[in-house]
């Protein structure tokens, strides 16, 4: 976008949490007028994201929103604050503009951003391009719905910088003119139907990551994805690379990845490259496979060597709270799997263990469909644990098929699973739900899973 300023003066933006207050600090520098609204009573906002505020002096309100709101050119919404929320539809209803803070972050980003979405492995992927490109010498930026918000680190980005963006789909759902140079999505499955009147709208809002790309761009896909493969061929401008694990798909497009004989192998116009034997892969599982695959072509797609791409592959580790091992306790080994919190994410879990599971299930509810993991729970796991809002939800649907036991709070579940679990079994922490009935976000929940752990 040419000068935002030129175009607005004042912005009111909906949301006091992580990416909201990057979005203030960030406008107020850029000379906006700038105010910060947050429903949530004062008590319940993060005291530093308090601090931040009234340090740079920025107008705002907590506990409700009133119609100074409105008195605005412009509305910056935080991936929090539901599209169909009061606040959203009267704005929209008064003919204001509403963009997310992945938009108005992009206005004065000067590198080049390969953003990362899917209802599964974002934080994974996103995280493993990052650590390619910086031990590759990129001045590398790794920001997003992964943790640290875009609009804290585009001031110090330039010409040469990579950005590695993890982006959910609500914030995807405001972008107006956000133009990432890579484009992935890793796959689409049920999720945050909580949030959408259908699984048809989510898909949109997936796939909206493509609609300002052009023939310089690329968009990066899983093959093996239907769904994506599907909307693929509806009006995506950007050059097309895909994944699969069969080696079928080099003649669908003219770059990508696939697995042959456990090899990892790129194929662009000049043929082909292995890249790395998967088996050597440190993260396990069919899904990370794919994430690895997404992370090559992006790679290579900028040129970097296969020596440097294998390199970071083989001691990559993972990520906080995803399959993370917390610790053997007489034989019995316990996993913090958190950052499930869609069944399609537990589903890829379950899959990566032969070990007997004692599975700790349930949260918040997003409209889970657990027959969608009935197969692989009756496979792999010997008891469940129900937890949160949804524990009797998970406790109704699985009583009959295996032993379930709710728990009041998480160190009842912990305790419960380590009594149900024996040596050569695994505790797994994979809860197909949000977090926010009990904790902070997912990170607070897998926190004190390894706390009540590590104090077992």
């Given at each position: 976008?040419?000068?935002?300023?030129?175009?607005?003066?004042?912005?009111?933006?909906?949301?006091?949490?992580?990416?909201?207050?990057?979005?203030?600090?960030?406008?107020?520098?850029?000379?906006?007028?700038?105010?910060?609204?947050?429903?949530?009573?004062?008590?319940?906002?993060?005291?530093?994201?308090?601090?931040?505020?009234?340090?740079?002096n920025i107008g705002h309100e907590f506990g409700?929103?009133?119609?100074?709101?409105?008195?605005?050119?412009?509305?910056?919404?935080?991936?929090?604050?539901?599209?169909?929320?009061?606040?959203?539809?009267?704005?929209?209803?008064?003919?204001?503009?509403?963009?997310?803070?992945?938009?108005?972050?992009?206005?004065?980003?000067?590198?080049?951003?390969?953003?990362?979405?899917?209802?599964?492995?974002?934080?994974?992927?996103?995280?493993?391009?990052?650590?390619?490109?910086?031990?590759?010498?990129?001045?590398?930026?790794?920001?997003?719905?992964?943790?640290?918000?875009?609009?804290?680190?585009?001031?110090?980005?330039?010409?040469?910088?990579?950005?590695?963006?993890?982006?959910?789909?609500?914030?995807?759902d405001n972008i107006k003119e956000f133009k990432?140079?890579?484009?992935?999505?890793?796959?689409?499955?049920?999720?945050?139907?909580?949030?959408?009147?259908?699984?048809?709208?989510?898909?949109?809002?997936?796939?909206?990551?493509?609609?300002?790309?052009?023939?310089?761009?690329?968009?990066?896909?899983?093959?093996?994805?239907?769904?994506?493969?599907?909307?693929?061929?509806?009006?995506?401008?950007?050059?097309?690379?895909?994944?699969?694990?069969?080696?079928?798909?080099?003649?669908?497009?003219?770059?990508?990845?696939?697995?042959?004989?456990?090899?990892?192998?790129?194929?662009?116009?000049?043929?082909?490259?292995?890249?790395?034997?998967?088996?050597?892969?440190?993260?396990?599982?069919?899904?990370?496979?794919?994430?690895?695959?997404?992370?090559?072509?992006?790679?290579?797609?900028?040129?970097?060597?296969?020596?440097?791409?294998?390199?970071?592959?083989?001691?990559?580790?993972?990520?906080?709270?995803?399959?993370?091992?917390?610790?053997?306790?007489?034989?019995?080994?316990?996993?913090?799997?958190?950052?499930?919190?869609?069944?399609?994410?537990?589903?890829?879990?379950?899959?990566?263990?032969?070990?007997?599971?004692?599975?700790?299930?349930?949260g918040k509810d997003k409209g889970n469909d657990?027959?969608?993991?009935?197969?692989?729970?009756?496979?792999?796991?010997?008891?469940?644990?129900?937890?949160?809002?949804?524990?009797?939800?998970?406790?109704?649907?699985?009583?009959?098929?295996?032993?379930?036991?709710?728990?009041?709070?998480?160190?009842?579940?912990?305790?419960?699973?380590?009594?149900?679990?024996?040596?050569?079994?695994?505790?797994?922490?994979?809860?197909?739900?949000?977090?926010?009935?009990?904790?902070?976000?997912?990170?607070?929940?897998?926190?004190?899973?390894?706390?009540?752990?590590?104090?077992?």
């Open positions: 976008m040419n000068n935002p300023l030129n175009k607005f003066k004042r912005i009111s933006i909906i949301g006091a949490a992580r990416s909201g207050v990057a979005a203030a600090k960030l406008l107020k520098k850029k000379g906006f007028e700038v105010f910060l609204s947050d429903a949530s009573l004062p008590g319940k906002i993060d005291p530093e994201f308090v601090k931040e505020i009234e340090t740079c409700s929103h009133s119609s100074r709101v409105y008195d605005a050119d412009i509305i910056v919404v935080s991936p929090g604050v539901p599209q169909n929320s009061e606040v959203i539809t009267t704005a929209l209803g008064k003919g204001l503009e509403v963009i997310s803070e992945v938009e108005a972050a992009s206005w004065f980003c000067k590198g080049k951003v390969i953003a990362i979405t899917g209802t599964n492995g974002k934080t994974t992927t996103t995280t493993l391009i990052g650590e390619i490109f910086k031990d590759a010498g990129y001045k590398t930026f790794v920001c997003g719905n992964i943790g640290t918000a875009f609009s804290d680190i585009v001031e110090d980005t330039d010409e040469n910088s990579i950005i590695v963006l993890e982006t959910s789909s609500f914030q995807l990432p140079f890579i484009a992935i999505c890793l796959n689409i499955t049920p999720d945050h139907l909580d949030r959408y009147d259908s699984f048809e709208k989510y898909l949109e809002s997936k796939m909206k990551i493509t609609d300002n790309q052009n023939s310089s761009d690329y968009f990066v896909f899983n093959y093996d994805d239907e769904l994506v493969r599907k909307s693929v061929s509806y009006g995506i401008n950007a050059k097309q690379s895909a994944f699969s694990l069969y080696p079928s798909v080099k003649d669908k497009t003219e770059s990508g990845a696939f697995v042959d004989n456990f090899d990892l192998i790129y194929y662009y116009y000049m043929g082909e490259e292995n890249i790395i034997d998967t088996q050597n892969l440190i993260i396990k599982g069919q899904h990370n496979v794919y994430n690895a695959m997404a992370s090559v072509i992006s790679a290579r797609i900028f040129g970097i060597e296969k020596e440097y791409i294998r390199k970071t592959l083989e001691n990559f580790k993972g990520v906080e709270h995803r399959l993370e091992f917390v610790r053997d306790i007489n034989g019995i080994k316990f996993y913090n799997d958190s950052k499930a919190t869609n069944v399609n994410s537990v589903w890829y879990a379950l899959k990566g263990f032969n070990e007997p599971l004692v599975l700790i299930l349930g657990y027959s969608q993991i009935e197969n692989e729970v009756k496979e792999h796991v010997k008891h469940i644990i129900a937890i949160g809002e949804s524990k009797e939800k998970v406790y109704n649907y699985f009583k009959d098929i295996l032993p379930v036991t709710m728990a009041e709070n998480m160190n009842d579940a912990v305790n419960t699973a380590a009594s149900a679990a024996a040596k050569n079994e695994v505790v797994l922490l994979s809860p197909a739900c949000a977090s926010f009935d009990m904790f902070d976000n997912y990170e607070h929940r897998g926190r004190e899973f390894k706390k009540i752990v590590n104090s077992l």
